[in-house]
């Protein structure tokens, strides 16, 4: 199933409903309309392709107001919201992410990776559908206990707002689930498992993780400052001769160069002033590179952009 006229589920405008393609009559019987440019719809229910609702015909579909974008996508966002009910479980990935340093004295970054949570099952209760987060409309809302809990589904032409990434109630969390791929893989396996693409659909919003990415987690700060303060205390701890070692005289020829003279310091590396600027708090700042790319303000470099290479440092 490709492209987006080949639709999983109809809107049946008799009794306001998204229906399986499976649970209505083969044909214009069907009684649907597309969900996005409201053209009837016809139930495609051969032997040999995937089951699938299609635009009854183009010259039907030319005559609609309204070009029919995305009705793939916004088919499955519908029947999602349709199919569930007031708790979803929900399998979360694990969130990940490191910090960086550049040591001056080793001419090089050092990293610090950490974890701000491991994948693992959750139970969202109080869940409704379609609701305003953080002046944002988002698919679904729910509690893990007092914590409020969003989903915003994405696919082309739908990205993750700037206002999650960065939401007033620190004490939320807020994670993207990618349609992109449901209809190359899920409802082709569902046709193999001769299983109806409404539970697919549910399988896939419960178990599958590749799907889903984390977009706030509000133990994130705090989780990047430990990683900071650990990273500080490594470097800090570095032997002095390993800090040194950049420095260290040189007593060989190198191949093909010529004499290197004792106590002669190894080369600087080529770094540049930039100008950054920060997507999330619009903070903009000079650094060099490497490791003049975290935000003075929110302290990370996961949101900075260069906007402008200014020139070489010529401080050193």
């Known amino acids: 199933m490709s492209g987006f006229n080949l639709i999983p589920f109809g809107y049946n405008p008799t009794n306001d409903t998204f229906v399986d393609v499976e649970d209505v009559p083969r044909g214009a019987k069907c009684g649907c309309i597309c969900p996005a440019c409201k053209t ?3 139930a495609r229910q051969g032997e040999e392709k995937e089951w699938h609702f299609a635009h009854a015909s183009r010259k039907v579909y030319e005559k609609t107001q309204k070009e029919c974008e995305f009705s793939f996508y916004l088919s499955v966002r519908m029947m999602a919201r349709q199919i569930i009910g007031n708790e979803l479980k929900i399998t979360l990935p694990e969130y990940q992410d490191s910090v960086s340093k550049y040591i001056p004295d080793l001419g090089y ?6 974890v701000i949570t491991e994948s693992k099952e ?4 109080n869940v409704s559908v379609e609701q305003n987060f953080e002046g944002v409309a988002v698919d679904i809302v729910g509690y893990i206990s007092d914590f409020k809990f969003a989903i915003y589904f994405t696919h ?3 990205a993750i707002p700037q206002e999650l990434k960065s939401p007033k109630d620190r004490y939320c969390g807020v994670i993207s689930i990618a349609l992109d791929n449901l209809s190359s893989t899920l409802f082709r396996q569902a046709k193999n498992k001769k299983q109806s693409y409404q539970s697919a659909l549910i399988e896939f919003l419960s178990n599958d993780i590749s ?5 706030f987690h509000p133990r994130y700060q705090r989780c990047h400052q430990q990683a900071m303060e650990r990273l500080d205390m490594k ?4 032997p002095q001769r390993q800090k ?3 420095r260290a005289p040189r007593t060989q020829k190198m191949l093909g160069s010529t004499d ?3 106590n002669e310091p190894l080369p600087e590396p080529n770094r540049q002033r930039v100008l950054f600027e920060c997507v999330m708090c619009k903070s903009q700042w000079q650094g060099r590179e490497p490791g003049g790319s975290v935000c003075p303000k929110c302290n990370t470099h996961l949101y900075t952009t260069s906007k402008e290479i200014l020139g070489k440092d010529e401080s050193r």
């Not at 970054?109 to 950490?114: A, D, G, K, S, V």
């Not at 470097?235 to 570095?238: E, R, T, V, Y």
């Open 156 to 158: 082309p032409g739908r």
């Open 40 to 42: 009837p719809l016809i």
């Open 122 to 125: 959750i139970y969202l209760t």
């Open 235 to 238: 470097a800090k701890s570095l």
């Open 244 to 246: 040194q070692h950049r």
């Open 260 to 262: 290197v003279h004792l």
């Open 211 to 215: 799907s889903k990415q984390w977009v």
């Open 109 to 114: 970054p050092l990293h610090e990776p950490f």
